[in-house]
């Protein structure tokens, strides 16, 4: 089983996924946490992005792609590999946020950082 939790900075979503976690082991489960970006190398480069102020104007576009991006490496290396050992995946935010944050920017520009 794949859980994403999803919600705006600072609502609580890292307190949620630890109860979680903790309710689903004590229940039986292997549980395996995650989020986006992920760890991966598309991941750090958003993360080093996003928090270095920039002064250039990105096209938002670029943005969701960057996620999408990550989003499948995720994905692939990390959600899928675990899924099939038998562990029920829960991930700090997925596609809604991508809708949410970058979605709302799509096809504007905004200044980096």
């Given at each position: 089983m794949f859980v994403a939790i999803e919600g705006i900075d600072g609502v609580g979503k890292s307190t949620v996924i630890?109860?979680?976690?903790?309710?689903?082991?004590?229940?039986?489960?292997?549980?395996?946490?995650?989020?986006?970006?992920?760890?991966?190398?598309?991941?750090?480069?958003?993360?080093?992005?996003?928090?270095?102020p920039r002064t250039n104007v990105v096209h938002s576009s670029i943005?969701?792609?960057?996620?999408?991006?990550?989003?499948?490496?995720?994905?692939?290396?990390?959600?899928?590999?675990?899924?099939?050992k038998g562990y029920l995946v829960i991930t700090e935010r997925y596609m809604e946020s991508t809708l949410a944050y970058q979605g709302g920017l799509w096809g504007g520009y905004r200044r980096s950082g």
């Open positions: 630890t109860a979680l976690r903790k309710k689903l082991e004590n229940d039986g489960y292997r549980v395996y946490t995650t989020a986006e970006p992920s760890q991966s190398p598309i991941g750090r480069l958003i993360r080093d992005w996003l928090l270095k943005y969701a792609l960057l996620f999408t991006a990550d989003r499948v490496q995720h994905y692939y290396g990390e959600i899928k590999p675990m899924l099939d």
